[in-house]
């Protein structure tokens, strides 16, 4: 069926049900898992981009992640990427294109409900302009 799955992490509490899916579809297809968490960076004027969360406190999370797969007999590997605020949807679908991912798995909302209301969600940038399945996990 699919040979590679990208997950998309944000550690929200959504995060945590998109793993378990992913999880047991790579269980039952034998895929590979590529974990992906993006640091978005907003522009701030003089200050330049600035990171919403620390380098190592990402690498970290997704490590363990990717130690919690590898425990359930998944392969898999992980990066922590940058991306400007906004733009999450386009590094996700670089990545997928990249891993060669047969389907994307994330959360249906993330950290904000409220800046899904104002710029649209990531997950539906993401199902519009992927050239590839997308699973939702709500």
Not at 55 to 74: F, N, P, S, T
Request: charged share 25%; no cysteine; aromatic share 2%.
């Amino acid at each position: 069926m699919y040979e590679k799955l990208l997950v998309a992490v944000d550690f929200s509490d959504m995060s945590t049900r998109v793993v378990v899916a992913t999880k047991e579809l790579a269980k039952g297809t034998g895929a590979e898992v590529f974990v992906l968490h993006l640091r978005e960076r907003e522009v701030l004027g003089r200050l330049g981009l600035v990171a919403n969360e620390g380098e190592q406190e990402a690498i970290d999370k997704v490590k363990a992640i990717v130690d919690d797969l590898r425990a359930a007999g998944v392969t898999a590997e992980g990066a922590v990427l940058e991306a400007i605020y906004g733009h999450a949807a386009r590094e996700i679908l670089e990545a997928a294109k990249k891993q060669d991912a047969g389907v994307i798995v994330m959360g249906s909302r993330g950290m904000s409900e409220l800046t899904a209301l104002v710029v649209g969600s990531t997950a539906h940038k993401v199902l519009h302009l992927a050239d590839r399945p997308v699973l939702i996990v709500h």
